[in-house]
């Protein structure tokens, strides 16, 4: 499944991300409305183009500093409160 572009889960059980770290050549992600709290596993997908967590626990977005290939992210109803790991990416 290393080949997967686009996964999407929404409004599903799920509760962590490390299952999918390694499938790098992942394009799109959305897992919205999911109980998933951690971004740490996605880190090293550097293809992401788009990111979609609307509506997680997710609170900490540092993660996402190496994901310099995105282009769409959206993460409204989270409880991120510090959007400082966006600067770098509007290079």
Do not use: H
């Not at 999407?8 to 490390?18: A, C, D, W």
């Not at 959007?83 to 509007?90: A, G, K, T």
């Amino acid at each position: 499944m290393t080949k997967l572009q686009i996964l999407r889960f929404p409004k599903n059980p799920v509760t962590q991300l490390e299952p999918i770290a390694s499938l790098s050549n992942l394009r799109e992600l959305d897992f919205s409305n999911t109980q998933v709290e951690e971004l740490l596993p996605i880190q090293n997908l550097i293809y992401l183009e788009t990111l979609k967590f609307a509506g997680t626990p997710v609170k900490n977005m540092k993660y996402l500093q190496n994901l310099k290939n995105l282009k769409t992210l959206e993460f409204y109803n989270t409880k991120v409160g510090n959007l400082d790991v966006l600067e770098p990416m509007s290079d």
